[in-house]
Nanobody, 116 residues
Framework: QLQLVESGGGLVQPGGSLRLSCAASEGSLDWFAIAWFRQGPGKEREGVACISMGKDNTLYADSVKGRFTISRDSASNTLYLQMNNVSPEDTAIYYC?????????WGQGTQVTVSS
């Protein structure tokens, strides 16, 4: 059964960069549209970026457009989120999941903290 494991989070200064990874096992990321979500302190979980199945079309939340890039590597079965020019508002736990999300695929996420 497909499992997703996020990694790559950490503490980063405002204006810095970070790359998150989402490794898939027991299944392929090519089978469906997949997305990054995040939940900041005291906030509801929100979609950040998604990538379609097949043609790899991408969509971004307005808050991250032009700063974040979602990509998928089929060879390594890994999803990435390149985060550039981060701000404190990007502080959150980041999750990957299918788009639309499936309850059984929610993992532990990876914590991103943007602070000086």
């Amino acid at each position: 059964q497909l499992q997703l494991v996020e990694s790559g989070g950490g503490l980063v200064q405002p204006g810095g960069s970070l790359r998150l990874s989402c490794a898939a096992s027991e299944g392929s990321l090519d089978w469906f549209a997949i997305a990054w979500f995040r939940q900041g302190p005291g906030k509801e979980r929100e979609g950040v970026a998604c990538i379609s199945m097949g043609k790899d079309n991408t969509l971004y939340a307005d808050s991250v457009k032009g700063r974040f890039t979602i990509s998928r590597d089929s060879a390594s079965n890994t999803l990435y989120l390149q985060m550039n020019n981060v701000s404190p508002e990007d502080t959150a736990i980041y999750y990957c999941n299918a788009d639309p999300p499936l309850a059984r695929l929610w993992g532990q996420g990876t914590q991103v903290t943007v602070s000086s």
